[in-house]
């Protein structure tokens, strides 16, 4: 009974999986964003954290868009 249900329910939240995807996406990165910036920029290499954040974050979307 619970294995038909949980199916039943995939079936009707497909529709919505991607926005809720997305969602956690941005949840995940606003936790890393909002713990470690601040701990970064205290150790006085404020720019190298930043250009490390900047340049992984262009990495991982180029590997995103290449790999599919």
């Not at 340049?55 to 995103?64: E, N, P, R, S």
């Amino acid at each position: 009974m619970a294995g038909v249900a949980g199916a039943a329910l995939v079936l009707v939240a497909r529709p919505i999986l991607p926005y809720a995807l997305a969602f956690a996406a941005g949840a995940m990165i606003f936790v890393v964003v909002e713990e470690l910036v601040p701990e970064s920029q205290t150790s006085g290499h404020s720019h190298a954290a930043t250009w490390g954040a900047i340049i992984g974050f262009a990495v991982m979307m180029t590997l995103d868009v290449a790999l599919g």
